[in-house]
């Protein structure tokens, strides 16, 4: 099995990116390489499964590829866009007590 095996679904979402989502931090041409990339990875780890799973899957920040086994000898592949917003705000990357910022009492006017 090669990421050619599922040039269909590539094009289908590379097209879809270039349309569809605005990433700054990875033009459409990045995509491309880092979704053959990401597919090359998924089909490792479907063929390296345990016995009774039915996935093989790679992420990155932006994508998802998920490979399912299904009735034919070729799996099912599946793209998704990771989609984030640079507006959210963002947590702490470790989690503050609530001591460590006490509420003040309202005030009486």
């Known amino acids: 099995m090669t990421p050619d095996d599922f040039r ?10 270039d349309r569809y989502v605005v990433n700054l931090e990875k033009p459409t041409d ?5 979704l053959e990339s990401l597919v ?3 089909i490792r780890a479907y ?3 345990g016995p ?3 996935h093989g899957i790679a992420l990155d920040k932006h994508v998802t590829v998920i490979l399912s ?3 034919t000898p070729r799996p099912l592949c599946g793209i998704y866009f990771n989609l984030h917003s640079p507006y959210a705000k963002r947590l702490p990357k470790t ?4 001591d460590a910022h006490p ?3 309202p005030h009486d006017a």
């Open 8 to 17: 269909e679904e590539m094009t289908k979402a590379t097209r879809a990116y």
């Open 30 to 34: 990045d995509f491309e390489r880092a």
């Open 40 to 42: 090359t990875k998924a």
């Open 47 to 49: 063929e390296s499964r």
């Open 52 to 54: 009774n799973m039915r």
């Open 69 to 71: 086994q299904a009735d």
């Open 95 to 98: 989690p503050q007590s609530l």
């Open 103 to 105: 509420q003040q009492p």
